[in-house]
């Protein structure tokens, strides 16, 4: 029994349906009725010491910031505008005072960077070590939510910044290796402290161009894995399109990884990936311009299943590699 | 820095009013707005293996239902009707798929017993042992609200049934003892599988004449002192008005402890707590009937603050014993 077995023997068994639920388990919100015009968007991520996080170097205000911003984006990937945080901390009997004042201020600064109202949650003695579950309720116009289910063939594949930063970060940390200078302070930052992409996401839903919308938190091959079976199409990633940055190039180097590899399997980037029609280009352009945000065009969908990656040698000629579900995996994956 | 501390820190520091917001931190759920007629409740509690269960005696299909029967008490505990729920679980690396099974069931049962639909949540790697996160979201008319906060002088104290059952219970278990037979079944089913007053407290909040409410999560003198704190009120128990079983007594007499003391300040009942005015009895015992539960007068309101047990003795001298903050505690607590 792996994660999706648990997610899947759970769901099959507890009533999942009914009055007032417009979307229940498999996106990255529950959806709920609100009134006639709006719905709520609930999601709820756990983080883990030693599985999700390192306290030996991770300072806790990032953190702390880090767990209000995995459950935003999953706000964000909806289309929606994150409102209320329930909160439930897991210490140790004998736990860092300093070390948990410092993680509350970053809790407290994501609130206020997102624009979220701490409303609640739980405290509780965790002897086996540091652990938090948050839940960020969001709201949004019932015609603007975005889901994973509606990708059609024919579509543009985006995505909303670097990919690969956040998994080459904690693989620098977790090697322990010493690569001087701020050149990496992106990649190191992108796990550290990952931006919720609140405004694109807004604007992207608001646009009325865009047809099915994720984060991006178990990376794009898994990812759009779950976007391409939601939706009942096929994922073509162009690796000659995937949005390498100059630091990542030289840290796989350093690391002896791929790029594309780090690029396409690396989770926990909190990037947006969305899908648009080939005429919708010109609005999204200017939605991230607005958002001061690039973003790239890295594939297309088309009538099929699964996800390959399509690489072209000297020659052109095409080759088709399948990747799909061949993400980070840490066991842990939304129920949502 | 204690629990008390860990929840005033965070609260501080973090916003934690704002639009929407009807109650933030301080009662059983946060409130927020839902429509021009309705209001959302929203409760998260954290079960922890070897804090808050035992794998040794739990099973767990009841353990299950004790994960969402704790939270929808706290919906009860307004006045509300439990709709959702959000579940994350934490497993070992190498968990007990049938343990884990049979503990699905429970939540499964919890979820169609009180009406609820599983929307979402999460599923984690926890190396320190078997954890449980669970939102509830009811709903509820703004008008029928039932907050701590509402107590009034003269006001009676009611509880919804026996207490100290659940602490009994536990007792019996974690002593190893075996006392026996049938006899004591209702303490070990209080502890193993309690059950949420949800229909009782619908019915409280509807009816119009109970003043404040909460549940009895961590025992009579615990809960009573914050709804005192919240209503700025002293609450006045009659230790001869407990609700003590026989079945409760005859435990405490194997175990060498007071039932008083069981009952004041055993946690974990899940009864409810709730004041009215005296003219309201005739009310409140017809909406107990009506739930086929017992209701007990266990005290009064007066202007003050804290909570006393009044004794009398022979004599009829009335011996006030301070009792506030006294009860069962496991380095634990709402921040709702």
Redesign the interface.
């Known amino acids: 029994?792996n994660?999706r077995d648990?997610?899947q023997?759970?769901?099959n068994?507890?009533?999942?349906?009914?009055e007032?639920?417009v979307q229940?388990?498999g996106d990255d919100?529950?959806v709920?009725g609100?009134?006639?015009n709006s719905v709520?968007l609930?999601?709820?991520?756990?983080?883990?010491?030693?599985?999700?996080f390192d306290r030996k170097w991770h300072p806790p205000e990032l953190l702390g910031r880090k767990s209000i911003s995995v459950n935003v984006s999953d706000v964000a990937a909806m289309g929606g505008k994150p409102?209320?945080?329930?909160?439930?901390?897991?210490?140790p009997?004998s736990f860092d005072?300093e070390w948990?004042?410092a993680f509350?201020?970053g809790?407290?600064q994501g609130?206020?960077d997102y624009g979220?109202?701490?409303?609640?949650?739980?405290?509780?003695?965790?002897?086996?070590?540091y652990?938090f579950?948050v839940?960020v309720?969001g709201e949004i116009e019932k015609e603007h939510v975005l889901y994973r289910s509606n990708a059609s063939p024919g579509d543009e594949i985006w995505v909303s910044g670097w990919l690969g930063h956040a998994a080459a970060g904690l693989e620098i940390f977790s090697r322990g290796i010493d690569i001087g200078g701020q050149q990496f302070q992106p990649l190191l930052n992108a796990h550290l402290n990952p931006e919720a992409r609140t405004q694109l996401g807004l604007e992207l839903g608001r646009c009325g161009v865009v047809s099915s919308m994720m984060d991006l938190s178990d990376g794009l091959a898994t990812d759009l894995a779950h976007l391409c079976k939601r939706s009942k199409v096929k994922g073509e990633i162009f690796a000659d399109r995937l949005p390498l940055s100059a630091p990542l190039s030289r840290a796989a180097d350093i690391l002896d990884l791929s790029p594309a590899m780090l690029a396409v399997n690396g989770g926990e980037d909190y990037e947006l990936l969305f899908t648009a029609p080939p005429d919708a280009a010109v609005t999204v352009e200017q939605i991230g311009q607005a958002c001061v945000l690039d973003l790239y065009r890295v594939g297309r969908i088309r009538q099929g299943s699964g996800v390959v990656l399509l690489t072209a040698d000297e020659q052109n000629n095409v080759r088709e590699q399948k990747i799909a579900y061949g993400g980070f995996d840490?066991?842990?994956?939304?129920?949502?």
């Open positions: 029994m994660e648990i997610i023997y759970i769901t068994l507890a009533p999942n349906r009914g007032g639920v229940g388990i919100c529950a709920i609100k009134d006639g709520w609930l999601t709820m991520d756990t983080l883990v010491e030693k599985v999700h409102l209320f945080v329930l909160l439930s901390v897991g210490l009997q005072k948990f004042s509350s201020e809790i407290a609130c206020r979220c109202i701490l409303i609640g949650g739980d405290t509780v003695c965790s002897p086996g070590g652990s579950t839940t309720i840490h066991f842990g994956s939304d129920i949502t």
